[in-house]
């Protein structure tokens, strides 16, 4: 087995990285949900136990959600949930909405045949499954392979990875959950994968940037509903 400059060998570091990564996922929507609020301070031991790790893979989660600009680390207290506002929400989109457009006018013109295919059997599929039995698992998984085959094709390595930590901040199944959702997916895919199809640059661009901006508010209206901002609004009461 290979080993790094610090001596561990490269699979227990990669193993490491994915509990953190677990943890920071969980932590995430823990964030987003509304389930823990800002100026919580967060325990690690509860977490630690929910997702099934020591408490070092907690630290170094919260450490990469502090990064991120969920958590903030207060000296000799621990970490505590950092604001989260409507803004930042609408921010994240707008830097996902700008790296994925730009991902698919490059694919526009770098895009293969077998690429272009695979896409429209993704999109057929989603119009089954949508007009079948929903399955909500099924839509996100779906979604999620037509945007990777989308930003694989635009042969844009770099680019991908950023867009790739801008996503990871807003958890797939919130797509899922956002009202009308899939209504955007059943109009946006197919039109986006037409552009693609005839090489227009400039249309398979915006259709992204549309596509993505499109579910905002939507977010932001779900996540009012679940209390997220409660307590701002009692005090602006």
Same mark, same amino acid.
């Given at each position: 087995?290979?080993?790094?400059?610090? *001596?561990?060998?490269?699979?227990?570091?990669?193993?490491?990285?994915?509990?953190?990564?677990?943890?920071?996922?969980?932590?995430?929507?823990?964030?987003?949900?509304?389930?823990?609020?800002?100026?919580?301070?967060?325990?690690?031991?509860?977490?630690?136990?929910?997702? *099934?790790?020591?408490?070092?893979?907690?630290?170094?989660? &919260?450490?990469?959600?502090?990064?991120?600009?969920?958590?903030?680390?207060? @000296?000799?207290?621990?970490?505590?949930?950092?604001?989260?506002?409507?803004?930042?929400?609408?921010?994240?989109?707008?830097?996902?909405? /700008?790296?994925?457009?730009? &991902?698919?006018?490059?694919?526009?013109?770098?895009? /293969?045949?077998?690429?272009?295919?695979?896409?429209?059997?993704? =999109?057929?599929?989603?119009?089954?499954?949508?007009?079948?039995?929903?399955?909500?698992?099924?839509?996100?998984?779906?979604?999620?392979?037509?945007?990777? /085959?989308?930003?694989?094709?635009?042969?844009?390595?770099?680019?991908?990875?950023?867009? *790739?930590?801008? =996503?990871?901040?807003?958890?797939?199944?919130?797509? *899922?959950?956002?009202?009308?959702?899939?209504?955007? /997916?059943?109009?946006?895919? @197919?039109?986006?994968?037409?552009?693609?199809?005839?090489?227009?640059?400039?249309?398979?661009?915006?259709?992204?940037?549309?596509?993505?901006?499109?579910?905002?508010?939507? &977010?932001?209206?779900? &996540?009012?509903?679940?209390?997220?901002?409660?307590?701002?609004?009692?005090?602006?009461?």
């Amino acid at each position: 087995m290979e080993s790094t400059a610090q *001596g561990l060998p490269r699979r227990v570091n990669s193993q490491r990285q994915q509990l953190s990564e677990d943890v920071a996922t969980y932590v995430r929507e823990l964030i987003i949900s509304g389930r823990v609020r800002t100026g919580e301070f967060l325990r690690t031991e509860p977490i630690a136990e929910a997702v *099934g790790v020591s408490n070092t893979p907690v630290r170094e989660g &919260l450490l990469l959600l502090s990064g991120e600009g969920f958590v903030e680390l207060v @000296p000799r207290r621990g970490f505590m949930v950092a604001a989260f506002s409507r803004q930042d929400v609408r921010d994240l989109f707008w830097a996902q909405a /700008t790296l994925a457009g730009e &991902l698919a006018g490059r694919a526009a013109k770098s895009i /293969t045949q077998r690429q272009l295919d695979h896409l429209a059997e993704v =999109v057929a599929e989603q119009q089954r499954v949508m007009a079948g039995d929903n399955d909500s698992e099924r839509i996100v998984a779906l979604g999620h392979e037509f945007h990777r /085959t989308i930003n694989l094709a635009a042969d844009s390595r770099r680019l991908a990875m950023l867009l *790739g930590s801008i =996503v990871k901040q807003l958890p797939n199944r919130f797509y *899922g959950n956002i009202e009308g959702h899939a209504n955007e /997916t059943l109009h946006f895919h @197919p039109a986006i994968l037409e552009a693609l199809q005839k090489r227009r640059v400039k249309t398979a661009s915006t259709l992204m940037r549309d596509h993505i901006m499109s579910g905002a508010d939507e &977010l932001i209206a779900m &996540l009012e509903r679940q209390g997220m901002w409660s307590e701002e609004q009692k005090n602006t009461a």
